[in-house]
């Protein structure tokens, strides 16, 4: 296999699941991911700082991949109302924070209304602060909302972009693949109203993130099915701001506890995903996440130097990758910046549309 005429020519999927397969030229192939990322973004290596707000652990969902959530009627549950988390909000605007995350299990008596309420609030209250960015409401929370408001989901996201939501995480993604969903996430969204949800996002003024969840029962062949939907997506559209690849944290989720699976993936496997990533995606999407409060650190250091750009956000309280076996912590600006500074690239914080912020 010639690996350097990727770098000039589009990869196909055949070409994408022969990479995976490939464990002679494994480094090469980090390699050449490496090389188009310079070519493409540089050195610079972007940061956010940002926090989670965990709304509810309530979820209809049922994922065999979650050990966060938990049922209405558990002594455990919670439900943060609007003020709640307007509060939380101006903590983090006050702790000198740029972005707020606002997301939570799929709750029953959540609505389209109830979450433009929260958008309000939130932008009211840290406005007098200089405002908070907000990002918030999976393509799921979204789709649940619309259905218990009665409207259809253009309805919902005009009314949520007309409250100054402008983007969105693009979770519940986890594998677009309908026979790997009907496994792990039987209760969710279908791939194809996945990607209408997505689309019809970003044709409303709402651009997303996009995600996978990889290292449980997937095959080569549905990671390239997935990323190549993503693919086709921004090309379409134009509005995804990044990718982010989620490694399946395996310890206290019912796919392990059921023997399903033993472990998450390897760190080869790790390397590697984010390597082919880079090389489909060149310049459509440009941004390549190492979430480092799921993989920690070193292996972060890595995946920068196998096609990644960001390290994603401080993230002052990541509930969900705790709950289901996270050991790693969250991280202080000077962590993040050390960290991208000790492998030989130049730190620099952005917003959430990956505008420098000097």
Same mark, same amino acid.
């Given at each position: 296999?010639?690996?350097?005429?990727?770098?000039?020519?589009?990869?196909?999927?055949?070409?994408?699941?022969?990479?995976?397969?490939?464990?002679? @030229?494994?480094?090469? &192939?980090?390699?050449?991911?490496?090389?188009?990322?310079?070519?493409?973004?540089?050195?610079?290596?972007?940061?956010?700082?940002?926090?989670?707000?965990?709304? #509810?652990?309530?979820?209809?969902?049922?994922?065999?991949?979650?050990?966060?959530?938990?049922?209405?009627?558990?002594?455990?549950?919670?439900?943060?109302?609007?003020?709640?988390?307007?509060?939380?909000?101006?903590?983090?605007?006050?702790?000198?924070?740029?972005?707020?995350?606002?997301?939570?299990?799929?709750?029953?008596?959540?609505?389209?209304?109830?979450?433009?309420?929260?958008? @309000?609030?939130?932008?009211?209250?840290?406005?007098?602060?200089?405002?908070?960015?907000?990002?918030?409401?999976? !393509?799921?929370?979204?789709?649940?909302?619309?259905?218990?408001?009665?409207?259809?989901?253009?309805?919902?996201?005009?009314?949520? @972009?007309?409250?100054?939501?402008?983007? &969105? !995480?693009?979770?519940?993604?986890?594998?677009?693949?309908?026979?790997?969903?009907?496994?792990?996430?039987?209760?969710?969204?279908?791939?194809?109203?996945?990607?209408?949800?997505?689309?019809?996002?970003?044709? #409303?003024?709402?651009?997303?993130?996009?995600?996978?969840?990889?290292?449980?029962?997937?095959?080569?062949?549905?990671?390239?099915?997935?990323?190549? &939907?993503?693919?086709?997506?921004?090309?379409?559209?134009?509005?995804?701001?990044?990718?982010?690849?989620?490694?399946?944290?395996?310890?206290?989720? !019912?796919?392990?506890?059921?023997?399903?699976?033993?472990?998450?993936?390897?760190?080869?496997?790790?390397?590697?995903?984010?390597?082919?990533?880079?090389?489909?995606?060149?310049?459509?999407?440009?941004?390549?996440?190492?979430?480092?409060?799921?993989?920690?650190?070193?292996?972060?250091?890595?995946?920068?130097?196998?096609?990644?750009?960001?390290?994603?956000?401080?993230?002052?309280?990541?509930?969900?990758?705790?709950?289901?076996?996270?050991?790693?912590?969250?991280?202080?600006?000077?962590?993040?910046?050390?960290?991208?500074?000790?492998?030989?690239?130049? !730190?620099?914080?952005?917003? #959430?549309?990956?505008?420098?912020?000097?």
């Amino acid at each position: 296999m010639d690996l350097m005429s990727f770098k000039e020519r589009e990869i196909s999927k055949k070409d994408c699941v022969e990479l995976f397969e490939d464990t002679e @030229n494994f480094f090469d &192939i980090l390699k050449l991911a490496d090389s188009i990322r310079k070519d493409i973004v540089g050195d610079t290596v972007t940061f956010v700082k940002n926090t989670n707000i965990e709304t #509810t652990n309530v979820c209809t969902m049922g994922c065999k991949f979650c050990a966060f959530s938990v049922s209405k009627n558990s002594p455990e549950a919670f439900k943060l109302d609007s003020d709640e988390i307007a509060k939380k909000a101006v903590i983090a605007k006050k702790s000198g924070l740029t972005e707020v995350t606002i997301h939570g299990g799929i709750h029953p008596d959540v609505d389209t209304h109830f979450q433009v309420e929260t958008i @309000n609030k939130v932008n009211s209250a840290t406005s007098k602060l200089g405002g908070i960015y907000t990002h918030a409401y999976s !393509p799921q929370e979204i789709l649940n909302g619309a259905e218990n408001a009665g409207l259809s989901i253009k309805e919902a996201l005009k009314m949520l @972009n007309e409250a100054g939501l402008r983007t &969105i !995480p693009g979770t519940a993604a986890e594998i677009l693949d309908d026979e790997v969903r009907s496994d792990i996430c039987p209760l969710k969204m279908s791939t194809k109203k996945w990607i209408d949800i997505m689309k019809t996002a970003h044709k #409303t003024g709402i651009k997303t993130t996009s995600t996978i969840i990889y290292g449980h029962v997937e095959e080569y062949k549905h990671i390239v099915d997935h990323l190549s &939907i993503l693919k086709e997506i921004q090309e379409e559209t134009g509005g995804i701001t990044e990718f982010i690849p989620m490694s399946f944290l395996h310890e206290n989720t !019912p796919l392990y506890k059921s023997g399903r699976v033993t472990d998450g993936a390897s760190g080869l496997y790790e390397l590697k995903l984010y390597a082919i990533a880079r090389i489909l995606f060149k310049e459509s999407i440009k941004n390549i996440q190492a979430p480092r409060v799921k993989i920690g650190t070193k292996l972060s250091q890595l995946i920068l130097k196998s096609g990644a750009n960001d390290l994603g956000g401080t993230l002052v309280e990541d509930k969900v990758s705790k709950a289901a076996g996270s050991i790693y912590e969250d991280a202080s600006v000077d962590l993040m910046k050390n960290a991208i500074t000790s492998i030989g690239r130049i !730190p620099k914080e952005r917003t #959430t549309l990956y505008e420098i912020i000097e």
